[in-house]
């Protein structure tokens, strides 16, 4: 009897307890489902995506590679409108930077080089990206632009890349005492056995 009327009890509790809560706990726990349906639909999303990517990458790289430069522009064009958070759109414009700049194309370049560094804001991607536009900026001259490209917050283990072809600018610059200091700078960052250590060190030995 006692059993049955603790029973009785723990039921009008559990009543009272859901009829006042249990509306806010379904609504946690809709809300707790919504979001993990979300993150498995997002990430299907993003799987997705890269696969349509990767496929439109491979027709940039087999039209580049038979020169038809139309069509692989035309591909560069769909991953860049298309599917512009992925990696493949990525590495195709870097590419086409890369050629343009052979070619001598160099606003083209820059103008590639631009759309990554504000579509991508990883730190090693940054840094690439930096480098690069100060190398074609520095190829036509405008050293100004140059050391401004370069102006990019990274990481430490990233600046001696930096540091490095910002000496590279002032040297051109024919401003060797601040080329030596920032080679030095970037000397400083690396570790003992980085091999840009002698790279870096020749060329300080060339301007002292």
Same mark, same amino acid.
Request: aromatic residues 10%; without cysteine; glycine residues 2%.
């Given at each position: 009897?006692?059993?049955?009327?603790?029973?009785?009890?723990?039921?009008?509790?559990?009543?009272?307890?859901?009829?006042?809560?249990?509306?806010?706990?379904?609504?946690?726990?809709?809300?707790?489902?919504?979001?993990?349906?979300?993150?498995?639909?997002?990430?299907?999303?993003?799987?997705?995506?890269?696969?349509?990517?990767?496929?439109?990458?491979?027709?940039?790289?087999?039209?580049?590679?038979?020169?038809?430069?139309?069509?692989?522009?035309?591909?560069?064009?769909?991953?860049?409108?298309?599917?512009?958070?992925?990696?493949?759109? =990525?590495?195709?414009?870097?590419?086409? %930077?890369?050629?343009?700049?052979?070619? /001598? &194309? #160099? *606003?083209? @370049?820059?103008?590639? +080089?631009?759309?990554?560094?504000?579509?991508?804001?990883?730190?090693?991607?940054? =840094?690439?990206?930096?480098?690069?536009? %100060?190398?074609?900026?520095?190829?036509? /001259? &405008? #050293? *100004?632009? @140059?050391?401004?490209? +370069?102006?990019?917050?990274?990481?430490?283990?990233?600046?001696?890349?930096?540091?490095?072809?910002?000496?590279?600018?002032?040297?051109?610059?024919?401003?060797?005492?601040?080329?030596?200091?920032?080679?030095?700078?970037? +000397?400083?960052?690396?570790?003992?056995?980085?091999?840009?250590?002698?790279?870096?060190?020749?060329?300080?030995?060339?301007?002292?």
């Amino acid at each position: 009897m006692v059993v049955h009327i603790q029973d009785e009890q723990e039921v009008a509790n559990f009543k009272y307890f859901w009829h006042r809560w249990g509306r806010w706990i379904f609504a946690v726990l809709l809300v707790v489902a919504l979001a993990y349906l979300g993150h498995v639909l997002y990430q299907s999303h993003i799987r997705s995506n890269n696969e349509k990517a990767a496929a439109v990458f491979d027709t940039f790289v087999n039209q580049a590679r038979a020169n038809n430069i139309a069509e692989s522009k035309k591909a560069l064009v769909q991953l860049q409108q298309e599917y512009p958070d992925t990696i493949r759109a =990525t590495q195709a414009t870097l590419m086409m %930077a890369g050629s343009a700049f052979d070619d /001598g &194309k #160099y *606003d083209e @370049a820059i103008r590639h +080089l631009q759309w990554v560094k504000n579509k991508q804001h990883d730190d090693l991607l940054q =840094t690439i990206v930096a480098q690069r536009l %100060a190398t074609v900026y520095l190829q036509q /001259g &405008k #050293y *100004d632009d @140059a050391l401004q490209a +370069l102006d990019v917050k990274v990481t430490s283990s990233f600046k001696p890349v930096l540091l490095e072809t910002k000496g590279d600018i002032l040297q051109a610059q024919k401003k060797s005492t601040e080329a030596v200091a920032a080679y030095q700078q970037a +000397l400083n960052l690396l570790s003992n056995d980085s091999v840009q250590r002698e790279i870096l060190q020749m060329k300080i030995s060339s301007l002292n």
